[in-house]
């Protein structure tokens, strides 16, 4: 995969939910590039939705955090920007 080698070093978190349609297809973007991620899921842990909330200032899900860069929602063009930059 040609993403997979500028997007290698990239450090990825997203909180989510098993219930959550966008995020499982998030997650599912995700590993079709080849990158891996962190999985902060703020339904098994309240701590992890406060996290969410004070980084995105949301309360919806899916958040991604690329490298600092904090997506909201299913995003494909934002996250392939944050992931080659």
Same mark, same amino acid.
């Given at each position: 995969?040609? !993403? =997979?080698t500028? =997007?290698a070093n990239?450090?990825?978190t997203?909180?989510?939910?098993d219930?959550?349609?966008?995020? *499982?297809?998030?997650? =599912? ?5 080849? &990158?891996?991620? =962190? ?5 098994? !842990? #309240?701590?992890?939705?406060?996290e969410?909330v004070?980084?995105?200032?949301q309360?919806?899900? #899916?958040v991604?955090? &690329?490298?600092? *860069?904090?997506?909201?929602?299913? !995003?494909? #063009?934002? &996250?392939?920007?944050?992931l080659?930059?």
């Amino acid at each position: 995969m040609s !993403d =997979t080698t500028a =997007t290698a070093n990239n450090n990825v978190t997203i909180y989510s939910a098993d219930w959550c349609a966008f995020c *499982q297809s998030a997650k =599912t973007y995700l590993s079709g590039k080849g &990158i891996e991620y =962190t999985e902060k899921n703020v339904e098994k !842990d #309240p701590s992890y939705a406060q996290e969410s909330v004070e980084k995105s200032g949301q309360m919806g899900i #899916p958040v991604l955090d &690329i490298n600092g *860069q904090i997506i909201v929602g299913f !995003d494909r #063009p934002r &996250i392939d920007a944050a992931l080659n930059s």
